[in-house]
């Protein structure tokens, strides 16, 4: 793992790739009781002409910036997390996978550790990035998801951490998931925290919706709905390919009619861990709907297919986005 370590009127010092193992941690951590904490999620491939690839990883740094000046923390230099993450991939290079769809999972993630009871920000942080091998998100082939509309509880309000990737947020979708569970649901999505009837995200995951004509509509980013990485490449992706995205507000009862009507004829959502997940019926208190025939859309199929080249490398890059290590 890394490790580096940041103190007020220091900086950020002691940086070094360790074994990982165990942090010692003071009971009066800072993070125990008022929850500063920030992470983020991104991968190392290993690319179809042997080397080692890293997808958008500037953009995880420019993120982690944001979810740290949100969540008052000191900020951690794009550099410096670019240069780690590079150093713990190298050091790691034998443990990335070469099966289909494998790949070396990196989370980065920084708390405040300074030792005091007291609501201020912490003058003390430790920045940390460690690695996982992860196969393929769906081991028996993608398949679509039943989603959960989350009326009792939501994620995220306006001037909230919503935006912020930080743990709380993931907290507060928990009792959500468990909903979800309980009514046979895979994961759940959540409604905006004002009306009550708009789309923000599901727990971990951004949404687009398929339109008859070929085009995709996603929630428009409003401050409480997490900037997704994966969501900002396949947007650019839609748009190379000739497709029109829009950005705005979606309300449930739209998705619901527009999904009867046939107006609507593919929903996924998508993230660093599963890319694109076709969302084939959405059950709530008032019902369920099946989305299209309830199955994977060849839209969802293509674009899921396009971006996955890319990030393994098996395509084309015209974005610049694959940093090698």
């Known amino acids: 793992m890394v490790t580096i370590r940041y103190a007020e009127g220091k900086g950020w010092y002691d940086a070094r790739v360790e074994a990982r193992g165990p942090i010692p941690m003071d009971p009066a951590s800072a993070v125990l009781h008022y929850g500063q904490e920030i992470f983020e999620g991104l991968k190392a491939y290993a690319l179809a002409d042997g080397g080692v690839g890293l997808f958008r990883p500037q953009a995880n740094a420019q993120r982690f910036v944001t979810s740290a000046e949100r969540m008052s923390m000191a900020t951690l230099p794009e550099g410096l997390f670019l240069g780690a993450v590079k150093e713990l991939v190298k050091a790691d290079r034998q443990w990335i996978p070469t099966s289909t769809e494998g790949s070396l999972y990196l989370r980065p ?24 091998p992860v196969g393929a998100y769906f081991a028996k082939g993608v398949k679509p998801v039943t989603i959960w509309v989350s009326s009792d509880f939501t994620r995220a309000a306006p001037g909230g951490t919503g935006a912020a990737k930080c743990g709380g947020n993931y907290a507060a979708s ?15 999505v959540f409604l ?9 995200e599901l727990g971990g995951m951004n949404i687009f919706f398929v339109l008859d004509d070929g085009s995709l509509v996603t929630p428009a980013l409003n ?17 190379a390919s000739g497709r029109t995205v829009t950005e705005r507000p979606v ?23 599963a890319v694109l997940t076709p969302i084939g019926t959405v059950r709530s208190h008032d019902g369920e709907f099946t989305v299209g025939d309830g199955g994977t859309g060849p839209i969802t199929a293509e674009l899921r297919q396009s971006l996955m080249d890319i990030q393994w490398g098996r395509a084309e890059d015209p974005f610049g986005w694959t940093v090698r290590v």
């Open 109 to 132: 993630f920084q708390y405040a550790s300074e030792a005091f009871l007291g609501v201020r920000p912490s003058q003390e942080y430790l920045f940390v990035v460690i690695a996982s």
């Open 174 to 188: 928990l009792a959500a998931q468990a909903q979800a569970t309980e009514h046979g649901c895979d994961q759940s």
């Open 192 to 200: 905006d925290a004002v009306e009550r009837k708009y789309i923000d």
């Open 223 to 239: 401050g409480s709905i997490l900037p997704g990485i994966t969501r900002d490449s396949l947007i650019k992706l839609a748009e």
């Open 251 to 273: 309300s449930i009862d739209e998705w619901r009619v527009g999904s009867l009507s046939g107006r609507i004829v593919e929903a996924f959502a998508c993230g660093t861990a």
